[in-house]
Nanobody, 126 residues
Framework: QVQLVESGGGLMQAGGSLRLSCAASGHTFNNYNMGWFRQAPGKEREFVAAINWSGSSTSYADSVKGRFTISRDNAKNTVYLQMNSLKPEDTAVYYC???????????????????WGQGTQVTVSS
């Protein structure tokens, strides 16, 4: 089992920045590719960003490309999501997720992930 705990969410004005963190425990962190998803009220969970086990490969949703950056620190068992130039449409519960795979393939679908955190709320006001 892998336990994931997100933090860093909150209320921010449009144009501001937030950094989300996801701390992992339970298994060797660098065996896992990591992803961030979000879910707004009444909408399906959608892909935001993913990073491979070493941090050498990343993928982003078009809606956040150029504004959000995913990174990881394997020594701290933590993955981050730096969110800049926030927009009201970024408002959602943000989840981190983990998938163990030796092959990188962007991992944009929720069903590809084996473990999920409980989520952290991000609210962006206009």
């Amino acid at each position: 089992q892998v336990q994931l705990v997100e933090s860093g969410g909150g209320l921010m004005q449009a144009g501001g920045s937030l950094r989300l963190s996801c701390a992992a425990s339970g298994h060797t962190f660098n065996n896992y590719n990591m992803g961030w998803f979000r879910q707004a009220p009444g909408k399906e969970r959608e892909f935001v960003a993913a990073i491979n086990w070493s941090g050498s490969s990343t993928s982003y949703a078009d809606s956040v490309k150029g504004r959000f950056t995913i990174s990881r620190d394997n020594a701290k068992n933590t993955v981050y999501l730096q969110m800049n130039s926030l927009k009201p449409e970024d408002t959602a519960v943000y989840y981190c997720a983990a998938v163990r795979s030796p092959v990188w393939r962007s991992f944009r679908e929720p069903h590809e992930y084996q473990y999920w955190g409980q989520g952290t709320q991000v609210t962006v006001s206009s």
